[in-house]
């Protein structure tokens, strides 16, 4: 029986003894670094499974969780539909990073700081994520962190992905005059409380938004930035061909003279070596001919031969 109340059971779910064994680590978490973790205990099951509710299984791309702890948001997570390899977990505390890793061995663990949420992910994503679900202890960070982090989070989502909060707050953790004011327009949508957590809480979830004229000259600039590249890539196009082109003229025209210029070599001395051949055969039949008279004309052949001899190096 004890060694079955060691066990997890395959999605993650903690044990009771395991239970008591978090809450010890997420207290003691707590009292070193009340910034960092934010919280006394773990998120209870009934705000695990509010903040999961705004996770469409059914969507594509990663999700992205941040600060999981031990771990409860990823069993819910996980009990809603989500599959395991597309959980990236973002942990600061390296203690949760090893647990996570064994209770949730199929899920992407990252060890890194989730304030700085691109830098941490960077070359990690093959694809836009779903949707981020933070249980990071907002409230204890100056707005342009809050700010920041969201900003990030939309930068690494699809369109329509979501940025999923909890708070022990009764406000939008996020400043809400950043939408007001148009510096990030967002959509914020607050969940019921989750009374039975301790201590209470609730859940927000943002969206990006935009106004029809801002998106409207904003891809207009997209638009011209487009025709601009595609201008520069055409008339580069055109460069390289006309450098080919100029090339391979040059090319041909130094083979072909190169051709030209070891043909006119070679008849030359075709015509050396046939004249000089003649010479000698003559030279050598009259050599051979015991006729007087024909020595002047050997004498005369022998002279004219070695007048056309080519002079030695």
């Known amino acids: 029986m004890r060694s079955q109340m060691k066990r997890t059971n395959s999605q993650g779910k903690a044990t009771l003894e395991e239970r008591f064994a978090d809450e010890a680590r997420f207290f003691k978490a707590w009292v070193e670094n009340p910034k960092v973790t934010g919280a006394v205990s773990p998120s209870g099951r009934f705000l695990a499974r509010m903040m999961a509710r705004y996770v469409d299984p059914a969507s594509s791309g990663p999700v992205i969780e941040l600060g999981p702890g031990t771990g409860p948001v990823t069993v819910a997570l996980l009990k809603r539909g989500v599959a395991p390899e597309r959980l990236v977990l973002v942990e600061f505390d390296p203690y949760f990073c090893k647990l996570l890793a064994r209770r949730f061995p199929r899920c992407k663990i990252v060890q890194g700081d989730a304030y700085n949420l691109s830098k941490t992910l960077d070359g990690l994503l093959e694809e836009p994520a779903a949707a981020v679900v933070s249980s990071l202890p907002l409230l204890t960070r100056p707005d342009a962190d809050r700010t920041e982090l969201l900003r990030q989070s939309f930068a690494m989502m699809q369109p ?17 005059r950043l939408h007001a004011n148009g510096a990030m327009p967002f959509e914020a949508e607050p969940s019921p409380p989750v009374w039975l957590n301790l201590p209470p809480a609730r859940v927000w979830v943002y969206r990006p938004t935009g106004s029809p004229a801002l998106i409207q000259k904003e891809e207009g ?35 072909e003279e190169g051709l030209r210029e070891t043909r006119d070599k070679v008849g030359v001395g075709i015509r050396e070596r046939t004249q000089r051949a003649r010479r000698q055969f003559e030279l050598q039949r009259l050599r051979m001919s015991n006729d007087p008279a024909l020595r002047p004309a050997i004498a005369l052949l022998r002279k004219i031969g070695e007048h056309k001899k080519p002079p030695r190096d």
């Not at 601009?228 to 082109?245: S, V």
């Open 160 to 176: 329509q992905g979501r940025f999923i909060q909890f708070t022990y707050g009764m406000v939008s953790p996020i400043p809400r």
């Open 221 to 255: 600039a997209l638009i011209l930035k487009l025709k601009a590249q595609t201008r520069k890539m055409r008339g580069e196009i055109r460069e390289t061909r006309d450098r080919m082109e100029e090339g391979f003229r040059e090319t041909r025209d130094k083979v």
